[in-house]
């Protein structure tokens, strides 16, 4: 499975964006796509997960309420709505897919590239 994922940018405090993470090469609805993101000198960090039919969401607390999750398994893309966005959200943004919803990077099998977002105060 490849991963590509966009939709970054440089936004203002409050802002919103959306990335996208788009599937190819194999059967996207056997897995789950989580969302990670790094920030420079820090730890890959998890975000967001959505199941592999979208069923069950997860999130971290501290994008909970202001991020959503979601999947069109029609489009092989998976979305991260991002709102209320804040400098300390200034990260790359990776997507990633494995065969279980977790919040550990090493559960996941494939990684796309990364897009940065950037969020002025």
């Known amino acids: 499975v490849q991963l590509q994922a966009c939709g970054g940018g440089l936004v203002q405090a409050g802002g919103s964006l959306r990335l996208s993470c788009a599937a190819s090469g194999g059967t996207f609805s056997n897995y789950a796509v989580g969302w990670f993101r790094q920030a420079p000198g820090k730890e890959r960090d998890f975000v967001a997960v959505?199941?592999?039919?979208?069923?069950?969401?997860y999130y971290a607390d501290s994008v909970k309420g202001r991020f959503t999750i979601s999947r069109d398994n029609a489009k092989n893309t998976v979305y991260l709505q991002m709102n209320s966005l804040r400098p300390e959200d200034t990260a790359v943004y990776y997507c990633?897919?494995?065969?279980?919803?977790?919040?550990?990077?090493?559960?996941?099998?494939?990684w796309g590239q990364g897009t940065q977002v950037t969020v002025s105060s």
């Open positions: 990633a897919a494995g065969g279980s919803a977790s919040v550990h990077p090493k559960s996941y099998d494939y």
């Open positions: 959505v199941s592999r039919y979208g069923a069950m969401t």
